[in-house]
């Protein structure tokens, strides 16, 4: 009987250590990439980079604030 309580303790320790290790996993990296605040290099107006005008390795609010 007391073998059979330290088996199901030890089984419910396993489970709880794996559920919480799950529950730490952090959400995807890719999308907190995307949704990362980056500065306009004409106006410092800040724009999610995935809506950012890219140009010469510069970011930009807009298309006008590009091609000033
Ligand atoms: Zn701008």
């Not at 489970?15 to 990296?29: M, R, V």
């Not at 005008?53 to 807009?62: I, L, P």
């Amino acid at each position: 009987m007391l073998k059979l309580l330290l088996l199901v303790g030890a089984l419910v320790a396993v489970y709880f250590i794996f559920f919480k290790k799950k529950s730490l996993t952090p959400p995807s990296a890719d999308k907190t990439q995307d949704e990362a605040m980056i500065p306009c290099a004409k106006c410092d107006t800040y724009v999610q980079v995935k809506e950012a005008f890219m140009r010469d390795g510069k970011y930009y609010c807009s298309r006008e604030c590009m091609e000033e």
